[in-house]
């Protein structure tokens, strides 16, 4: 297995070094604000400085009338191959979280971090599940749980693995783990100082889970609007976050679900007032799509995610924020992000504005990751 990932991984795709650089006079969006007319100098992988001083290197990228941002990230995927992770890197997408999968490839995979030609893989693992529940279907052994009883150790072993996160999964169409093992799990999680997201379909049981202490769902539920009452329940936890998966969950619907283009279209509209009503609480929105569910690819489909969100009501200052900043403040991943001094320049440059129209984020133009230029 891992010599055909490293012939796959060779295979290549044009790479240009390049040590320390200037983008000048650029519209930056910083993962916070934008700032006009900028100098960003990279060395050595990172930022080292932001702002309108006078040039310090030679080499320089004219950024007039162009637009710079943090490398974008996926919240939601499952990797299988480096092929994937390429994939994602020339879409500009350099951060991937995936949420359940084969611990011992992700953690081959995980090894590629630092490839400047794939995106950096951080993962889940195996989801947690129940004997012939969800995530059990795609035909590789998974550790199952039955009770609460099982949090500990099942735990234990995903952080032995080195997972980055937990995920579990409360899913009723199926055999499923008990909200009571779920609430287990995520006070096993917190006692290894990790991040728990949630998978659910059900506004009852997104309700529930939030109320069990979850940090995040992975999916927006589809079955109903949520009441008045659970919302006003869930916003009074803080810091907690939804990654709604639109895209897949709509196509799903034509796809697997037996619904016609009307329904599937009326549930998109469903699921666009339910994120604008979790943004006006302010509960943070995360952007993923869940590839390779519904043949989602594991680049450019991130920007119709965007779009939705945009179509949702979200301003796009932050749409771009659920995309770049929001995801690394959320798992806890330090130094990624935000373009400011010290942080790792994973860069996209755009010859257009995506505030203006977040349909501007198909203008990528030049791609760096850690300071490498990607070449398209
Ligand atoms: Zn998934």
Redesign the pocket.
């Known amino acids: 297995m891992r010599s055909i990932i490293y012939i796959i991984l060779f295979a290549g795709f044009g790479l240009q070094a390049q040590e320390s650089f200037v983008i000048t006079n650029v519209t930056v969006f910083d993962g916070e604000k934008v700032l006009e007319n900028q100098n960003i100098t990279v060395a050595s992988g990172k930022i080292i400085a932001i702002g309108q001083d006078e040039l310090t290197t030679e080499t320089t990228v004219d950024g007039t009338g162009k637009f710079v941002m943090p490398a974008l990230t996926n919240s ?3 990797v299988f191959n480096v092929l994937g992770l390429a994939q994602a890197a020339q879409a500009g997408v350099l951060n991937v979280f995936d ?2 999968g084969m611990e011992t490839l992700q953690g081959v995979l995980k090894e590629q971090r630092d490839n400047p030609k794939l995106a950096t893989l951080y993962n889940a693992g195996f989801a947690a599940t129940a004997a012939g529940g969800h995530g059990t279907q795609f035909g590789f052994p998974v550790p199952t749980l039955e009770k609460p009883e099982d949090a500990d150790q099942w735990v234990t072993d995903r952080v032995a693995a080195g997972v980055d996160y937990i995920k579990i999964i409360v899913e009723p169409w199926k055999n499923t783990i008990s909200h009571e093992t779920a609430k287990a799990i995520i006070e096993e999680t917190h006692i290894n100082d990790k991040v728990a997201v949630v ?1 659910i379909s059900k506004a009852e049981d997104a309700h529930q889970v939030f109320l069990n202490g979850a940090d995040g769902l ?2 927006l539920w589809w079955d109903n609007q949520m009441t008045e009452a659970q919302m006003e329940a869930i916003t009074a936890r803080e810091n907690i976050f939804v990654i709604p ?1 639109v895209l ?1 969950t709509v196509l799903m619907q034509e796809l697997f679900m037996g619904k016609s283009k009307e329904e599937a279209g009326e549930l998109k509209n469903m699921m666009l007032t339910e994120i604008k009503r979790l943004h006006d609480a302010g509960i943070t929105i995360l952007a993923g799509t ?1 590839p390779p ?1 519904a043949n989602i690819n594991m680049g450019t489909d991130l920007y119709k995610e965007l779009a939705y969100l945009s179509e949702a009501g979200i301003p796009n200052l932050e749409v771009l924020k659920s995309a770049t900043s929001y995801p690394m403040d959320k798992f806890r991943i330090a130094n990624k992000g935000y373009l400011k001094k010290g942080y790792v320049a994973d860069m996209l440059l755009l010859s257009k504005n995506p505030i203006d129209d977040i349909k501007n984020m198909e203008s990528i133009e030049m791609i760096w990751k850690n300071g490498v230029l990607l070449t398209k």
């Open positions: 939601h995927v499952h949420m359940h998978h992975v999916h998966t897949t869940d569910n």
